[in-house]
């Protein structure tokens, strides 16, 4: 039996538990996951992950409760494991009060299944290593089914099923505690060889240029270039603090309170959408909304759509538009601009050239002052040309500074970036972003 | 179903140099009340096993939460497969190693369990404390958010060699609280913290004063929101306890793990600029500097008796008087760098591999009250309850911020400010240590959300430290 139907089957029984006036969605997560860690161009460690939690959450007179377990994928104890915490999660409603912000999307009907195409795990592990042989690789491989599901006795009835690789890497230079390295991911559904053997030519000739004396530079304000890589990892830290949501923005906590007021806006040239084509996220959440196929976050660079969770609908009267709960975006794209590649270094002419950022936080909350530190191939440019590698720095500067007053303009290629979060699960999210372009950026230590 | 695991593992593991199984049941319960609406309780319970098989020289593991006989095979056949067909590229070689095989049982230290407060109790405890955070505000100010958290684990771990059996019981409370005040233009927010995290049962609430924290954190919001900005400065530095957990944390603990310093980490969480060559000779900080390893610490978040590689933890000195010992490596790290280390080898759960994590990391107890440290300094900040944190790959250039700031002039301490920050550099900073508080200052914190690891693991930590003092540090304020 496949994951869909034995979920399904599943439901069946559990919906046939209910008494009168209870409902009970049930929210499903798994995979069967092959992990390789890799070090030195050697194998770390090595295995598989097969796990699959089920949330049920019972509801009754406006009471609800809500419980996780793990399944086995063994169907009879399965059964038996959804007809206890059915059973434990009914006499909890009576204790609790009722729930004002309770509500469930309205019932429709999906089904998304994409199948593997790409190698196994170690065979896509070979392919790195030889195509690497003589580098010091380190890193970790990721393969292998992952599905989604939501059903309800109301009738929601949602799978989303994919198959998915995330090859994420460096290649290092200089001996014991270098930071000088060359980051590379490659990450999708469909496995391309030669994309492989295209990063590692990038590879070779990056490491060529990391091996060249590092220059220290002083604090101070610099003209920056910041590869996609790092523009997605700021997006991250915006999306992932609350910046887009509705709660947050009510509740005068957004770290782009300034923007939402109308006080501060970003460049023009900042587009951005939670796009639900992009990534592998499934469309629908743990409450049966769905998501629309974009919606628009940034409009050349003036606040558009908040992301609104089924809670934050109600508390806040407004109308949900299939965010989750935390209400951040699964799938950020950001519209690219007018820097081709081939000019990047040209435009930046004069500066530091960003390969990642990384640790990013906030210094101030209210003016959305971000700091973080460059990492891996990060390099010092002079009239349009790479002179060296430079030791990592800390930049701490306004948002409203990077992607407004400072912004010249972005990169004419959005790349996908998949997320390798793999926290608990592997991750289905993802961001699309080109590179940017920023004029003077403050880098403190 | 533990009970009769040990023998099923006993009689199913394939021939090979060396098996274990690692068995986990965890369930929770995290229950919210914001702005005065109860979240939907969520309980959780979480139960598999990862079983790891060493053969060819190399070790392949599978997880899986099926434990049947079937599952334990394919399980025992998957980390086989891998072991045998990875066993050639391993980066060590499995068969020089001599896997420990524990015996015997371990629990936290309850003396009220979970239970025993009715689930009506805990929601009235949360809506009460949610009722009181958010009074009638000043002129010009509202409270614009305002919850109150507690989440509880009972972990039960259980490692099985062919020989042997380990088990240990975990209870563990991790409560919260925040208030957020607003101008209309700003916020500023005030938070008990994830630090109080204990091991134990309801009796770390009374312990660490939950339920009176609603007055202290309204007082402190509406204090930090009218008051003016952190100034921009080089001087003196007081931390107290719930900032020095992080900033051992970063600074101290990340960079003496052993599997960053062989460059398990440099794709993810990073390396160290710590070497091997440092143990026994580098100064790491002045000599009021002490940090051992201590799961013995009774309620502190990460106290065991055997990591998840069965190696039993003792107390060890990782720097004494200021001088680099040990780092934080478990004992396949320490096969593979030669190095001395401790029993840290940790897994978040039983679907993930075991890696070197901190554990209980806490600095040692000096000689001086909090009065006699403010008394020491002419101009300077002190500073309590972590807002942000970043630090490089090398756990070098840090840059840390908190909730509260005060200005210490001539001795005393006088004027709130708010956004205060601070930057450095980690050797520069720890042999700036110029102050170490006594026994009564001494505080244990803890977090559940130390993040590392390929695939990523969050794990728990404990951190007890004293107020400490820090010269010449450069401070400065928002905006």
Known sequence: MDHQAAFRTLAADAFAMLQSGEQLTLYLRGEESSFIRFNQGKVRQAGEVRQTVLTLRLIRDRRQAAMEIGLSGDLANDRDAVAQAVASLRPVLPALPEDPQLELGPAAVLTERRPARHPSAEAILTELLEAGAGLDLVGILATGPMWTGMCSSVGHDYWSENSAFNLDWCAYCGGEGSSLAVKCNLAGEVWDPEALREKIRFVRTQLALLARPARVVPPGSYRTWFEPAAVGELLWLLNGLEGFSVRATRTATSPLLQLHQGCRTFSPKVSLWDDASAGVAPRFDEEGFLRPDSLLLLDQGRPAELLVSSRSAREFGVAANGAAVDECAPSLLLAGGGVASKDILLRLNTGILVSNLWYLNLSDRNSARVTGMTRFASFWVENGEIVCPIAAMRLDDSAYNLLGDALEDLGEGPEVQLSTDTYFRRSNQGVTAPGALVSAVTYTL | ?479
């Open chain 2, 1 to 479: 179903m533990y009970a009769d695991l040990p023998s099923r593992f006993r009689a199913l593991v394939p021939a090979c140099d060396f098996a274990s199984l690692r068995w986990v049941r965890e369930r929770s319960q995290t229950l919210t009340v914001r702005r005065d609406v109860l979240l939907p309780p969520r309980d959780s319970v979480d139960v598999g096993v990862m079983v790891t098989v060493h053969a060819g020289g190399g070790v392949g593991y599978a997880a899986t939460a099926d434990l049947s006989d079937a599952g334990l095979r394919a399980a025992l056949h998957t980390a086989h497969a891998w072991a045998e067909s990875m066993g050639s590229r391993f980066i060590f070689d499995s068969r020089g190693l001599n896997p420990a095989r524990p015996d015997g049982t371990w629990e936290s230290p309850v003396q009220r369990p979970w239970h025993e407060l009715a689930l009506a109790d805990r929601i009235g405890l949360l809506r009460d404390l949610s009722s009181r955070l958010h009074p009638a505000a000043p002129a010009g100010l509202s409270f614009v958010d305002w919850s109150a958290t507690l989440m509880q684990v009972d972990t039960e771990v259980a490692y099985i060699t062919p020989e042997s059996t380990a088990y240990q019981h975990f209870s563990m409370i991790s409560p919260d609280a925040t208030t957020v005040v607003s101008n209309g233009t700003e916020s500023q927010a005030r938070s008990f913290g994830r630090g109080p995290s204990r091991q134990g049962g309801v009796e770390v609430l009374d312990e660490i004063g939950f339920s009176n924290a609603a007055e202290w954190l309204v007082a402190d919001a509406v204090a930090l929101i009218e008051a003016p900005d952190c100034p921009s400065a080089r001087c003196d530095l007081i931390l107290a306890p719930d900032q020095m957990m992080l900033q051992i944390h970063e600074s101290i603990g990340h960079p003496l793990e052993l599997d960053r310093i062989l460059g398990d980490e440099r794709n993810y969480a990073g390396t160290s600029f710590v070497t091997r060559g440092m143990f026994g000779n580098y100064r790491y900080g002045s000599e009021l500097l002490n940090i051992t390893f201590d799961p013995g610490v009774p309620g502190e978040f990460a106290s065991y008796r055997w990591d998840d590689q069965g190696t039993t933890a003792e107390k060890a000195w990782l720097i004494r008087d200021g001088v680099l010992q040990a780092p934080l490596g478990g004992a396949l790290s320490q096969a593979r760098s030669g190095l001395p280390g401790v029993a840290n080898t940790r897994a978040s759960s039983w679907n993930r591999p075991p890696i070197d994590r901190m554990a209980n990391l806490n600095l040692e107890p000096g000689s001086v009250s909090l009065t006699q440290m403010i008394g020491a300094v002419e101009r300077g900040v002190f500073m309590r309850t972590n807002r942000s944190w970043s630090i490089d790959d090398r756990r070098d250039k840090f840059q840390f911020g908190c909730e509260w700031g005060q200005l210490i002039e001539n001795g005393q301490l006088t004027s709130v400010v708010k956004n205060p920050n601070y930057r450095g550099r980690s050797p520069d900073f720890w042999r700036s240590l110029a102050g170490v508080g006594d026994r009564s200052t001494w505080e244990v914190h803890g977090t559940p959300y130390c993040g590392k690891g390929e695939p990523n693991q969050l794990i728990r930590v404990g951190h007890a430290s004293p107020a400490c003092r820090f010269v010449d540090v450069d401070v400065f304020g928002g905006g």
